[in-house]
């Protein structure tokens, strides 16, 4: 597993190390681990969240949006499964119809 310090981290997300602890206040990224020096340690994991947050935003969402978009996206596999609930129930009414 890679481990990024937050300097690190900031120059591959294209963020500051001000806007991660930002994001890190906020609930967009989690408090990242430490090493036995205290230093914080970034995953892979928080390098896509970033990445996300940074696309979002130049696509003109807000963090307000953008934390409730990543909130739903932890529970993907619930909504799929409402979508396909939901399809099915769609589907039947259009074979009622004849169509």
Not at 58 to 71: N, Q, Y
């Amino acid at each position: 597993m890679t481990e990024y310090l937050r300097g690190q981290m900031a120059k591959l997300a294209n963020v500051s190390m001000e806007t991660l602890r930002y994001y890190e206040e906020l609930g967009l990224i989690s408090t990242p681990i430490r090493s036995e020096s205290g230093y914080r340690l970034y995953s892979e994991a928080a390098l896509s969240r970033l990445t996300f947050i940074h696309n979002a935003k130049r696509c003109g969402f807000t963090l307000k949006e953008i934390k409730k978009a990543l909130r739903l996206m932890r529970f993907r596999p619930v909504l799929l499964i409402r979508s396909f609930s939901q399809l099915e129930r769609l589907l039947k009414r259009l074979r009622m119809l004849g169509i």
